[in-house]
């Protein structure tokens, strides 16, 4: 028999376990950076922008000049030249002087404020009749207002997102040092196991969990290392382990975790981890047959080859330690439903029921625990509490929705 | 002046202009096809499982020999075996006969349940004394459970997600038909851009938008294609279009897009169209300068050079126009929120106000339109409606949130 923990309490200990395994960084260029944790502070090397930015096209002016003019009394400056673009304007102006400027261009120093081009009459006299008062600092961009030369401006453990990254384009880092990604070894074994693309025998069956786990993995942002289909051999598995506890960060073995006869998960990850196991099964349903081992600080998990089972296993206790080593903060999508129809019994252990979702209905679908299938029709998955007989049609609920992009 | 229309009018414009766009199948190895779309519905070639599986370690029976059976009077059945896994059980079963089957093995006909190990007894006398009546189907999937020869089980168009690759994979599809990614080309203009690894002299500017319009494309699972820099020269800017034309299924240039003496961008999309632009100009802010041109069925888009805006427009026009070509069907992520502070003004334009949502407070970050590095400190945004005098604290909202991963 196994000895099992709560939900509760595997999430409690494989927290505690490995939450404060760290991964080193590494360098990434800005254009490969989108979903990464940025491992260092982003400190602006200069004032930002270096100079005062028109934000129209039109006449860069001192505001003062401009006070009380209107349509039928404008002010009329005389023009001195017009800025170009990406150049700086080396000319000097004075009081009752105007310079057109295109959006995005220098505004000269000492003016103080810029008038839309609409605003201004030129009757090619020399002049432009400015026909509307300016505030200070109107359609301006100061020096600085982006950003002051040492100042922190981005903190460390930001993930990159596109938001992001056009602020590090504009300080200049066309590379940052990042966290490194997180490597999952998937190891599946079986001697039914056959390859995806063989038709099973009687008796076999398809290695689905490696490309479920490694999917699922790779959904989170981290790296996926599949080590293929192991046979029901002791050394052989025993040898994948270890090649995967030197490659990886976290190793999941997929079948092999009950206590049958060829079951030698548990015992290869005791093994590797030469301490006793920190758990050896869930009491949820499906996904009991879980084991949980610590090798020198990474996790080494089995999990049941059920599909269904791996699967659910994988998003309820992997996914959170695996984004947790990424940095990345994310929590499950929830939502509020009520239920169609009842979930009879349960079995002394917490249930997943995958679910579909309309508006506010969740509608449990009903399955046995290896059919993957089921997974298509889901939108999320619920968790019926192992100390209720069951839940009732009316119910409320909380849904657990599936990542629904990459 | 440009000829304007509102937020709701462009997108009506983009939709019923290009939303017919088609992008070609190609077919994808299935440990890639995350975060594609299907272009085949997938139907099963053969009957999932092909044999009664069992889902514990048990003996395989006859379910009537154990009606009745107790701890107390255990039923007595003649061992005839063992099911191997991934192997076909070859003798034959009778009633008042078990098979002992470990999980996921085949359980042999006429079996019709499996009872679970633990409530079997083996006083090695050649029987095994059953101390639970078992209900016919018990711990068995039987064959077709998952699905039937010729049965469609997951649709065309539906997004690969980790929770279909399981599917996928069990049906033995290692290849799979997906809609091609779109390529959307980026052009950055403008005399004053300098590559991001330059210090901008004065009067310079880094080219932000190449980066963040590209993560921007890349985060909604589409592909970007750089052209990097392009001078405020007519025919410069004139081949670069024609060749992201060429190259791609949308085109995006920022900058130029004003009506000053060196904004081309309008004239040359109008060219390459050989027809009217279907706009030029939105009325939001920030984002007004911004064009929308139809070439033979492509869309090419003028932002605005400002960074902000640029980013602001790809969000709220051009992304939802990717995830139509895609074929994924994707909603903003929206909360109700109600506003910590008033905003002031408007412009007799919508305006695009980011905001920080701390639980369902809104605060907005007040800032003029180039600064991108607000963005950093944003969540998302909202839109403060064109009819409205500005907004007062305590103003219910709704925020747009950014997309947080990739």
Known sequence: MLDVVTRTEAEKIIEENFGRYTLPAETAELSAAAGRVLMQDIVSREDLPAFNRSTV?????????????????????????????????????????????????????????????????????????????????ENIIFKCDEAVIGQTIVKEGTLITSKITGTLAALGYDRVKVRHRPVVGVISTGDELVKITEVPAPGQIRDVNSFSLSAAIEECGALSRSYGIIKDDFKALETAVAAACDECDIVIVSGGSSVGEKDFTAEILQKKAGSPLLFHGVSLKPGKPTICADASGKALFGLPGHPLAAFFICEILIKPLILKLSGIQKNPVVRDAVLSSAIPSNHGREEIVPVKLNGGIAEPIFTKSSLITVLAKADGYIFVPRDKEGMSAGDKTEVYLFAEEK
């Open 57 to 137: 096209d039109g006449y860069a002016l001192i505001a003062a000049d401009t006070f009380g003019c209107s349509e039928s009394i404008p002010a009329m400056l005389s023009f001195a030249g017009a800025v170009e673009m990406g150049k700086h304007f080396c000319g000097e102006i004075k009081s009752g002087q105007c310079v057109y400027v295109p959006t995005g261009g220098e505004v000269p120093e000492p003016c103080d404020a810029v008038v839309m081009i609409e605003y201004a009459q030129n009757y090619n006299d020399g002049l432009r009749y400015i026909e509307k008062a300016a505030a200070p600092g």
